[in-house]
């Protein structure tokens, strides 16, 4: 009977170490269990701004951007988006090879002073959709694989943005 105790013990904080990797650095939203990236960034500028900026920043961020946005509105000044990137997968020698595409939502809300983005509903798109959130329950190697590059396009996706959101800088001529 002890040995049954003992051994649920270990396998249950094995796998709760386990669940804790997997999610690592992926922020779980607690109301819908979904890996969602969400700030609030404060900058300089008015929603008109922001959302002129945004579009600028979408427009050279995507390859086909009217595509990729569902909707833009300057007046609520809310841009939101579905795309899609690929995901490989990586043999024991280093090898690569498509493993599929992720499909995620994303959404840019703006008020004079702030603005937010959200990303969110990461889903491998084959005939059925899978959820992305399936990969934390798993240890082997290729669904951390697969989180860790939905993570690094998204780090890569919130730079890229915040970089496209500062204000320009305006040149002045050079009086002489």
Request: hydrophobic share 35%; glycine share 6%.
């Amino acid at each position: 009977m002890k040995k049954i105790i003992t051994l649920s013990l270990i396998l249950t904080i094995f796998s709760i170490s386990l669940f804790a990797q997997n999610k690592g650095s992926l922020p779980i939203d607690e109301e819908t269990g979904l890996i969602t990236y969400q700030e609030v960034v404060e900058e300089e500028g008015t929603k008109k701004e922001y959302f002129n900026r945004a579009i600028g920043w979408i427009n050279g961020f995507y390859k086909n951007p009217v595509d990729v946005t569902k909707t833009r509105d300057p007046e609520s000044g809310i841009i939101k988006g579905i795309h899609r990137f690929k995901i490989k997968n990586t043999d024991e020698d280093g090898n690569t090879s498509d493993a599929g595409v992720v499909q995620y939502n994303f959404v840019l809300q703006f008020k004079d002073g702030r603005y937010r983005y959200t990303l969110t509903e990461f889903v491998l798109r084959q005939a059925s959709k899978i959820p992305a959130e399936k990969w934390l329950n798993k240890s082997d190697p290729q669904s951390k694989s697969y989180l860790k590059q939905i993570d690094k396009f998204a780090q890569n996706w919130i730079t890229d943005l915040k970089k496209g959101m500062k204000p320009k800088v305006e040149k002045k001529d050079d009086e002489w």
